[in-house]
Nanobody, 126 residues
Framework: QVKLVESGGGSVQAGESLRLSCQASGYTSAAKCMGWFRQAPGKEREGVAAISTASGNTFDSASLRGRVTISQVYPQNTVYLQINSLKPEDSGMYYC???????????????????WGQGTQVTVSS
């Protein structure tokens, strides 16, 4: 089992930045891929960014490219998501996720992850 706890969300003004944190515990050596998703009210969950924990290779969503950076403290299994130039449409619940099915992130948002945190709320006002 891998437990994920997110923090760092909050209410900010458009144009500001936030850094979200995700602390993994438990069988963390199994978490080969870690990532962030978000879900706005009434919308489907979408992948934001992911990192292969062993290599540090990252990939991110085209919709946020240039504004997000995912990083990690390895092997302490802490993953960060830096989001810059926040927009009101970035508001939503942000979830940390971990995957143990593959040895690295394959780039498939639907199958790379099998553990989820409870989420942290981000609200961006204009």
């Amino acid at each position: 089992q891998v437990k994920l706890v997110e923090s760092g969300g909050g209410s900010v003004q458009a144009g500001e930045s936030l850094r979200l944190s995700c602390q993994a515990s438990g069988y963390t050596s199994a978490a080969k891929c870690m990532g962030w998703f978000r879900q706005a009210p009434g919308k489907e969950r979408e992948g934001v960014a992911a990192i292969s924990t062993a290599s540090g290779n990252t990939f991110d969503s085209a919709s946020l490219r240039g504004r997000v950076t995912i990083s990690q403290v390895y092997p302490q299994n802490t993953v960060y998501l830096q989001i810059n130039s926040l927009k009101p449409e970035d508001s939503g619940m942000y979830y940390c996720a971990a995957g143990r099915l593959y040895d690295y992130c394959t780039g498939n948002w639907d199958t790379d992850f099998d553990y989820w945190g409870q989420g942290t709320q981000v609200t961006v006002s204009s």
